[in-house]
Nanobody
Framework: QVQVVESGGGLVQPGGSLRLSCAAS????????MGWYRQAPGKERELVAG???????RYADSVKGRFTISRDNAKNTVYLQMNSLKPEDTAVYYC?????????WGQGTQVTVSL
């Protein structure tokens, strides 16, 4: 069984920065996808950023140029550096790690961007 644990959320003012971390543990032989989704109140969960097969990177259009995802393969950890945060980035951020044998989600971490 694979588990993921997120950390790093919080309250920040518009224009500020936060860094999220997500560590995967358990019976991991490979990770095809590892990344971040978010869900704001009343909205569907959406992809924020992800790393596919350890090579390709995808970003939501709304965060391109502001967010950067990176991965430490040795630690099975992925990071999301979020800069120039906007109020519309407010959401619960969920980490996801998946491969053909598993699809693991974290409990989520709240990010609030407000004065």
């Amino acid at each position: 069984q694979v588990q993921v644990v997120e950390s790093g959320g919080g309250l920040v003012q518009p224009g500020g920065s936060l860094r999220l971390s997500c560590a995967a543990s358990g019976s991991i032989f490979s990770i095809n996808f590892m990344g971040w989704y978010r869900q704001a109140p009343g909205k569907e969960r959406e992809l924020v950023a992800g790393i596919i097969s350890g090579i390709s990177v995808r970003y939501a259009d709304s965060v391109k140029g502001r967010f950067t995802i990176s991965r430490d393969n040795a630690k099975n950890t992925v990071y999301l550096q979020m800069n120039s945060l906007k109020p519309e980035d407010t959401a619960v951020y969920y980490c996801n790690a998946r491969d053909h044998a598993y699809d693991a989600w974290g409990q989520g971490t709240q990010v609030t961007v407000s004065l």
